[in-house]
């Protein structure tokens, strides 16, 4: 049996997301999402504590995330989590950990796309909060075929 490495984030971008174009035409997305708890400390005070995640989403929810994801706004995300290392030019080794998406829903109130263009695969569901109608899109990345177990 193998292992799980599932990760759900829900919260909201700290910027807005840095595009890269790669060799081949394949598209990487990379944004920070911060994620808040919220808890009383021995006086009895509210304590508000974000824990702030980097996030990595390739091809067709990369281009999503271009099209769509702006600072500020909450999302879902659905991926695994990923440690990399790479080497500065100083020949030290830096270890980055990520989480790589594989389903992210657009939360929240009116936002700037209500398209599906570019999208592995999606669907819409319509949701009303305060009075507003909001928009949920949820983009899904389709497997590789390389990464399938047979």
């Known amino acids: 049996m193998s292992g799980v490495n599932k990760v759900i984030l829900v919260g909201n971008l700290g910027k807005d997301p840095e595009?890269?174009?790669?060799?081949?035409?394949?598209?990487?997305?990379?944004?920070?999402?911060?994620?808040?708890?919220?808890?009383?400390?021995?006086?009895?005070?509210?304590?508000?504590?974000?824990?702030?995640?980097n996030i990595t989403a390739w091809r067709g929810l990369a281009e999503v995330a271009e099209k769509y994801l702006k600072k500020g706004q909450m999302v879902y995300v659905e991926g695994k989590?990923?440690?990399?290392?790479?080497?500065d030019k100083d020949s030290l080794t830096h270890y980055v950990t990520e989480v790589v998406v594989d389903e992210l829903t657009m939360l929240g109130g009116k936002s700037g796309g209500s398209g599906a263009a570019g999208a592995s695969s999606n669907s819409a569901t319509g949701d009303s909060t305060n009075g507003e109608a909001a928009l949920q899109q949820t983009f899904r990345q389709e497997p590789e075929l390389d990464q399938l177990p047979f």
């Open 81 to 87: 989590l990923r440690t990399r290392q790479y080497q």
């Open 19 to 53: 595009i890269r174009h790669l060799e081949g035409g394949v598209s990487v997305a990379r944004f920070s999402l911060a994620t808040n708890e919220y808890y009383k400390d021995k006086q009895g005070a509210r304590v508000e504590r974000t824990e702030w995640h």
